[in-house]
């Protein structure tokens, strides 16, 4: 990543931490824009700001217990405020991919149980039609070359054409989620129609859960060398 998206993903996320306040529920999104994020809330912890937060992995636990920040879970804190976190694409509509990070099944329960999520992102993951983001599915490894034939012919119905593969780890063997699963990249380029493939894909047994977040995000936090956008409503 270059200097300046990493400066641009800070000053995104330090716009997001203008969006805190004292005795907030918050989900911390996984990736490398949410991590400062949490570094920023992290420090403002550190000087008396008191929240309680529910991490969307393991890798983000991680940082928000070194940093001292109190975590929750969704059992004993089912309802947050805000979620802050990134995305991987995002379009005009604030439709998102997101799951380049693995962490898209526990990124979208943690969405849909806040009254808020707010995005935090650098210019370059604006596009106007998604898809030129590899989709991100994740699926149960049970079956798991079933339901890759499933998504690709499920796919080409709802008009996107290209390759479905199970995502390795830097090991060679199958990468596996904090939850177990297996995750299916799908190269389409373009996705020319997201609500229809998200109802598709929703409906295929052995799919989890799918990196298309469609009516979840109420703004985007967008930033790059000339400042920071706000797109949809902050409030
Ligand atoms: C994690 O699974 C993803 O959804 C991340 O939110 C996404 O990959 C954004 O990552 P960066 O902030 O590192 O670009």
């Known amino acids: 990543m270059s200097d300046k998206a990493d400066a641009a993903k800070r000053l995104a996320a330090a716009r997001a931490l203008e969006l805190v306040r004292d005795g907030m529920r918050i989900g911390l999104g996984t990736g490398s824009t949410a991590a400062h ?125 290209g390759t479905v593969a199970p995502r390795r780890a830097p090991d060679g063997h199958f990468l596996v989620t904090d939850g177990g699963h297996a995750i299916l990249d799908c190269s389409f380029g373009a996705i020319p129609d997201p609500e229809k493939l998200a109802r598709g894909l929703n409906a295929i047994p052995g799919v989890v859960e799918h990196g298309l977040f469609i009516g979840l995000a109420k703004a985007i936090i967008v930033a790059d060398e000339q400042g920071v956008e706000v797109i949809g409503d902050i409030a």
């Open 37 to 161: 994020f949490v570094a920023l809330l992290g420090a403002q912890v550190g000087q008396g700001l008191r929240v309680i937060a529910v991490p969307t992995s393991e890798r983000t636990r991680e940082q928000a217990l070194a940093l001292s920040i109190p975590l929750s879970t969704l059992d004993e804190t089912p309802e947050l405020d805000l979620t802050i976190d990134g995305a991987d694409e995002f379009d005009p509509a604030l439709r998102l991919i997101k799951g380049g990070g693995a962490a898209l099944l526990r990124e979208k329960i943690v969405a849909a149980a806040s009254a808020r999520m707010i995005v935090v992102t650098d210019r370059s993951k604006q596009v106007d039609t998604l898809g030129r983001f590899p989709l991100p599915v994740e699926v149960d490894r049970f079956g798991l070359e079933s339901t890759r034939r499933h998504v690709a012919r499920l796919a080409a119905d709802a008009g996107c054409s």
